[in-house]
């Protein structure tokens, strides 16, 4: 079985976000940037699927500017097979990733596609569940286990307040969630094995999609600070603000 | 020129940093604190393959360079884990060069894998009490007996030697007034830590108590002839040639070091209020830690640069000296600063950046002190007639 993951190039989660000054979108200049989080846990799931016998081949597809090709390759040093490389300058909005990954999907013929839940750049969250819809497959989104059966597969996901375990048929398409796994990191012989996978360059011109961006940014704000906090001296007064400036009891 | 990280350069650095964040400042605090060498940090860069990085692939290394090697090692000191985390693994990394240069098919077969897994940890046994930084005239001797040479001697500062199995040895196999030139007449062995002829007294330091620095004094060991490294009087001048690549790798943790205490420093600055603003909104607290990351970039690229010269197989000799110099001193000012900019909290443990402190003495003094490399700059680049 083939299994496609999907990965997005995101500034590291450890960079402290600045707004532009002129508020278009985030400072992304002298900024670490890394495979989004929950991507890393979707080549983890599919490394452990063919670790089981259970995955042959595994492709790492990343989509933007050319840079994207460090993150292919850290997947490669994860463990993926080979990567795609969709290169392009334009920004790229769910919708177009999402169909762009479909173009992908129809040339690979891949039984199941992986990908995070969301990129914690944008927090979209809509990529894997158009990629569904435009595929017309059966989605798990955020999966917390997901076992493979023949010709299908369980996949236990996170809801408000519980686990829900749905059986989809495959091909499918599964979003992952934090608790799924936890990401190995590479060994140093995996990164000098990943420098010889290979990695091809497409464009979006070459799959025939239009990433036109169908939404527009109108300004991007840094959130409120928050004031500072006050300590109390006993719970008495705890109490008491809670009850009359605070009003919450 | 390019001053980009190549892929597999930035996957190393990622990699490290990702191994590194697994032993916070809290667990160095306690090392400092108790001593006890890191073994499961060293035991974790073993199992991912990095204590290889820089030695042939045919014995299970990667066969990357110095360059690769010191983003490696700045990583792991930038990350808090300073010189007692980077002196854990450092004499893996270069110290076996002379065997994977000059040793024969088989000593490389025997000594490199297991050093690269980690199985083995070898010390690094050339200082000694009496002969100082003038190397030339060490007094260990080894006398050659049929098949073995017997050694006697005693060697100073020698790291790691308290868990140590193998040692890297100079010694004197011709005396001094019987070689032309002081650099002859010493030899190298590579050969195992017998401790029944080899007494390992620890040495207490000012800092990196984690990884112990020692006396060895050495009586009657008995040295087989197939451990030693290329030809009889040869030693001194293979261990020059490791001496641009371990001065380069130094500056590297010198640098990474500095950068910890920098990073510190400046959050300390923003959250630190006092008269009614953040203490970094003061000129007089912004300006050494901008003068901080100005020196400690610049001898950021000097290492680099060295590095690039070596790995191309070209002289570097001025250059990895030069970075050694800068770095150590950059990573001590970045240092310093961060102990000032914290005012009383960072006389305090619990705050770090004094323990870095008291690290960062030692790239400024070892494994070459300042002055002999201004020494060396001075008759090499300069010049001018040579004064050591
Ligand atoms: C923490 C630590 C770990 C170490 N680990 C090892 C190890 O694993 N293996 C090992 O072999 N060694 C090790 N060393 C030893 C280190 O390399 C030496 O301390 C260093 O080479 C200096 O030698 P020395 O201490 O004998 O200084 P000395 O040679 O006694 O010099 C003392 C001072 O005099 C100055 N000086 C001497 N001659 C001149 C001159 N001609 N011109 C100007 N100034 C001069 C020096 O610069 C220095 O300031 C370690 C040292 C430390 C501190």
Redesign the pocket.
Known sequence: MKVLIAIKRVIDYNVKIRVKSDNSGVETANVKFSMNPFDEIAVEEAVRLKEAGKAEELVAVSMGVAQCQETIRTALAMGADRGILVQTDAELQPLAVAKLLKALVDKEQPQLVILGKQAIDDDSNQTGQMLAALLGWPQGTFASKVTLGDGKAEVVREIDGGLETVEIKLPAVVSTDLRLNEPRYASLPNIMKAKKKPIDTVTPADLGVDVAPRLVTLKVEEPAKRKAGVKVASVAELVDKLKNEAKVI | MDFEFDETQVQIRDSIQKICAAYGDEYWLEKDRHGGFPDDFARDIAEAGWLGIALPERYGGAGLGVTEAAIMMMAIAESGAG?AGA?AVH?NIFGLKPVAVHGTEEQKRAWLPPIIRGEHRA???????N????TARIQTRAERQGGEYLVHGA???????QSANKILLLARTAPLEATPNPIDGLTLFYTDLDRRHVQVKEIE?MG?KAVD?NMVFIDGLRVPVDHRIGEEGKGFRYLLEGFNPERILIAAEAVGLGRAALRKATQYAKERHVFGRPIGQNQGIQHPLARSWAELEAANLMLFKAAALYDAGRPCGAEANAAKYLAAEAGFHACETAVMVHGGMGYAKEYHVERYMREV??PR????????VL?FLAERVLGLPK??
């Open positions: 010189f002196s004499i010390c690094f046994g050339v200082t000694e009490p002969a100082g930084l003038d060697k100073i500062w020698t790291s790691t030697a330091k990196r620095s003495m030692i003094l070892a494994p070459v002190s300042r002055e002999l020494s004064s050591y």
